[in-house]
Structures are given as structure tokens and as C-alpha cells.
């Protein structure tokens, strides 16, 4: 009885212990498991890792070839001081009274007015100009009178007055011009055919200068002064675009060596010179045989090209 309860509890014993061992096998392999659940998991998320790694590069080759890269960045700078331009004002040419040797006398009548705001300055792309409407008397022009010859300032126009004959009596105004044009209406109220009046052009001095005169029977000149020698460019009679009185719109425009000339809005004539390349611009009027010539001029209008 006693040997059968030792070996009954012998039995019990064996089987507790096996019992035990399956229990620690079990979870042996439960933790095995998971260990092996996780390290399957995290080889997949390396492995994700790596394939986006080289998805980004092979992104950043398509963006930027191979040889080519980024761009530099341009530098910032800043303006250490700020730089005011410097005006150089235009050289002013001063013109004396003199009396060439020649069958017409050329009387000089030069501004002695500073201008004042009467004078418009125009400026645009490419193109400069200046006008006077002649109605302030302190413009700019001049104003003498030299026996019987005058300048002046009269009803907002300007006047000139030229009692001697054969002489030439002209007044400019410091607007220095290389190549562009000049304009005015020019009035007069006496059919004086030997009279002539009109503009001038690059301007130097009373020995240098072109102009362009028309008369009351239709003729016109084209002339020049250089170094004091006196030359026609251009004459031409009977021209029907000039009236004998009244109002005469005279233009005259000086491109390098091109001069053309046009009254009425009616090109007159074309010459071509260059031996005078720019000067001031002016009015004159001119006699012959006989003098007391007068004539007005209105809305005096030069431009620079």
C-alpha cells in the first residue's frame, strides 16, 4: 500500500514536471514568435525606408541632370550712396554788332534779356523744343533800336523794323541747335517786292549762319554767311505758296547736311550743305534798293531731333 502511494505520487510528480516544461516550451515559443513578428516588421519598415530614400534621389536626378547644378544664388547689394547726375549748361555764343563787306549790311541784334517762364521748354522721346507766343516782353529777345532799325516787343507779336536799305537786320535766340527745325508766322501789311523776311539757323556769330527769306512777289532765297563770305544756296521767283501780305507760316528744318524749307505747309525747296553743323536759332528781314520795311512775327516755335 505504501509502495503504490510512492509510486502514485512518483507519477504525479512526473507529470507536474512535464506539465511545467510544456508550459515553459509554450511560452518559449509564444516570445519567439513575437521576437519573430518584430523583427519581420522591422526589416519591412527598413526596407520601405530605403526604397524612399531612392525614390527622392532618383527625383533629384530628374530635376537636375547629371552635370548641371543649382544655380547660384545672385549676391544682394546694397547702394553704398546715392549719385546725382551733373549738368553742364550749353555754351552760350556771344554775338557782336558788325558790318561784313558785302552789297547787303548784316545787322546782329543780340538777346541782353535773361528768359524768364514765357518760354516753354517741350521735352519728349527724342525730341526737345522751346516756343514764345511773343507776349511777354521780357522773353528773352531783344529789344534796340539802331537808327532807323528796331526791335521790339508790340501786341504779342514781335516786330522788326528795317529803315536802311540794303541792309539785313536779324536777332537770334540762345537755343543751340544741331539738327532739327524752326517755325513762325510771319505778317505784313506792305507789298514791298525787294523786302524779304523769314528764320535763321545754327547761328555762330554774324559770320556764320544760314537763313531762309521770302518776299511779297513770291520769290525766296536759301543763304549763308560762312566766315563772313555771303552766299545764295538757293533762289527761286513766282512761287505761288507765298502771299504778297497777310500771314505767311514759314518752316525750315536742318538734318546733317540737308536744309529744307517749306511756307504754307508747301515744301518750297531742298538744298544740302554742312559747313555750319549748329548754332542758335533767330528771326531776320532783309531790303534793297529801299527800306522801311516792316514785318511782325507770332508763335515762334524751335525743336531739336
Not at 11 to 23: E, N
Not at 171 to 188: F, H, K, M, R
Amino acid at each position: 500500500m505504501i509502495q503504490k502511494s510512492k509510486q502514485t505520487s512518483i507519477r504525479i510528480t512526473s507529470l507536474f514536471s512535464v506539465l511545467i516544461s510544456l508550459m515553459l516550451l509554450g511560452s518559449a515559443c509564444s516570445f519567439a514568435s513575437q521576437s519573430d513578428l518584430q523583427g519581420t516588421q522591422i526589416a519591412l519598415d527598413i526596407q520601405s525606408t530605403r526604397q524612399v530614400l531612392r525614390q527622392t534621389e532618383l527625383a533629384g536626378e530628374s530635376s537636375n541632370p547629371p552635370g548641371q547644378q543649382d544655380p547660384p544664388q545672385s549676391p544682394s547689394i546694397t547702394p553704398s550712396e546715392t549719385i546725382n547726375p551733373t549738368i553742364t549748361p550749353e555754351t552760350v555764343i556771344n554775338i557782336d554788332t558788325a558790318t561784313p563787306t558785302s552789297t547787303q549790311t548784316a545787322v546782329v541784334q543780340p538777346p541782353t534779356i535773361t528768359p524768364t517762364s514765357t518760354m516753354e521748354n517741350l521735352a519728349g522721346p527724342g525730341f526737345q523744343a522751346f516756343g514764345d507766343d511773343f507776349s511777354d516782353p521780357t522773353s528773352g529777345w531783344s529789344i534796340q533800336e539802331s537808327g532807323s532799325n528796331q526791335t521790339r516787343y508790340k501786341n504779342n507779336q514781335y516786330h522788326m523794323i528795317v529803315g536802311d536799305p540794303n541792309t539785313q537786320w536779324w536777332t537770334y535766340y540762345p537755343y543751340n541747335i544741331s539738327n532739327g527745325s524752326v517755325q513762325t508766322t510771319a505778317i505784313v501789311n506792305q507789298d514791298q517786292p525787294q523786302a524779304s523776311y523769314g528764320v535763321v539757323f545754327r547761328a555762330q556769330d554774324w559770320e556764320n549762319y544760314y537763313y531762309f527769306e521770302i518776299a511779297s512777289n513770291g520769290s525766296y532765297q536759301i543763304g549763308r554767311w560762312l566766315n563772313g563770305v555771303h552766299s545764295y544756296l538757293k533762289q527761286g521767283t513766282n512761287n505761288s505758296a507765298i502771299k504778297s501780305t497777310g500771314e505767311n507760316f514759314i518752316f525750315a528744318s536742318f538734318v546733317l547736311d540737308e536744309l529744307s524749307v517749306s511756307v504754307n505747309s508747301v515744301l518750297i525747296d531742298t538744298v544740302y550743305d554742312n559747313n555750319i553743323s549748329e548754332g542758335y536759332v533767330g528771326l531776320s528781314a532783309s531790303t534793297g534798293e529801299f527800306g522801311g520795311f516792316e514785318v511782325s512775327f507770332d508763335q515762334f516755335l524751335a525743336g531739336r531731333d
